[in-house]
């Protein structure tokens, strides 16, 4: 516990230097920009924000990417509650029992009720990550070259079962990624692979244009497909921000629930803030003695899902700070951001730059404190900001965009990358692709080839060393159930539950 406060002190004065400061407070307010914005996410614009980072110290860097995101929880709540309309995918459920205390003047109370949770539930998974991360750590230690192998061979695994969609059409996803990372020269041979004697893919393929063209272009072009309804947007004043004590004695139990189901779903590869949200809303609603009141206006209906993706994005830092494995899309954006600044994600992070992990995780309690102040006085700079016109709006995603692919090597071969992967994007979207799979699969590739050499050289090709091993073997065993259990109809019916409750 000592040792814990040591080091939580420690991060606290790194956190609370002005610049680090600074680059928390824009990550936030970007977050809950986006987060408001719908077609924008945590996912398109941190890729479009990865040639920025180059400019900044790590620490910073990844203070405001990790603002972002969470920022970006904040933020989806307040379109959901007030049009219908909810700005991220992890506040779809948000908006059922939200928009209708909107509609009967309960607005600001349902405003005040998932900031709240929020950051109660924020606040509460920091603390889980900052109490289990040197735990995890200090085992990921003992791992050597076949148990990282067979632990990304289970992330990957853990990713296809708990992202929405086919199984089938993931696991291709991830495949994809796989081969997509082998792109290149390879070091041990030199010899090209998949490179079609174009030289600029004798490095591989570059993170970011990939991840651009994959998030930020296939948006733009999701968006621009949909036509723009009439948002039905609040035009009286919000009143009553502050909820009655009876109120918060209510949702009280709801935001316990919420933040616990979340910093459990929060620490899975897959896992994250979207299917916390879905699956405390579907327990709440099973939970309440009035389940009749869930879709007319649930008081409890918008604290469990708002408290229950906060605390997933909290504790999804966890897989990637110990053991180095992204578990969603927005970590594998993380990776990459970590692997331009030179650290290599992983148990050495805490050793190695001890700065950057705990000054990280105490920038989260200080992110969480400046959404609380800065998110409710500015709804209604929010409100008027729906109001501009997605036509607007994407030429200038698209430049910036194209400007950040530039400046990555000062060459348009970049651009032509990232207009590539829009577009694949885009078809593998309209063909019921994730594309969240295949980045993890093209973040992991490369980790994932390098272990499995290192673990064969060392066990002079013997292929057994992954299944003799105890860790290996029961990581290994493990990603195996987890896929074969997905095949089942049973799980997959029950799977599918969770993404069409809404």
Known sequence: MVALLDHLSFGFAIAVSPENLFYCLIGALLGTLIGVLPGLGPVATMAMLLPITFSLTPVSALIMLAGIYYGAQYGGSTTAILVNLPGESSSVVTAIDGYQLARQGRAGEALAVAAIGSFIAGCVATLILAAVAPSLTKVAQQFGPPEYFSLMCLGLAAAVVLASG??????????LGLLLGMIGTD?????????????ELSDGLDFVPLAMGLFGITEILRNLETAEDDRSVLLEPIRGLMPSMQTLKSVMPAIGRGTVIGSLLGILPGGGAVLSSFTAYIA???????????????????????????????????????????????????VGAMTIQGIIPGPQVMTRNPDLFWGMIASMWIGNAMLLVINLPLIGVWVRLLRVPYRMLFPAILLFCCIGAY?????????????????????LWKLGFEAAPLLLGFVLGPLMEENLRRAMLIARGDPT??????????????????????ALPMIRTKRDVVFTES
């Open 187 to 199: 070091v041990n041979s030199s010899v090209e692979r998949y490179t079609f004697d174009v030289m």
């Open 166 to 175: 086919s199984v089938l059409k993931s696991v291709a996803m991830v495949f």
């Open 284 to 334: 709440e609603k099973k939970i309440s003695k009035n389940k009749k009141q869930f879709g007319r206006g649930a008081i409890e209906g918008v604290a469990a899902p708002e408290s229950a993706n906060n605390a997933g994005a909290q504790t999804s830092f966890i897989p990637l700070l110990t053991l180095g494995i992204p578990s969603n899309a927005v970590m594998a954006l993380m």
């Open 465 to 486: 060393t992954f299944v003799t091993r105890p860790i290996s073997g029961s990581l290994l065993a493990l990603a195996v159930f987890l896929l074969v259990l997905a």
């Open 407 to 427: 400046t990555i090597n000062n060459s348009a071969f970049g651009v032509w990358l990232m207009a590539v992967f829009g577009f694949l994007g885009y078809a």
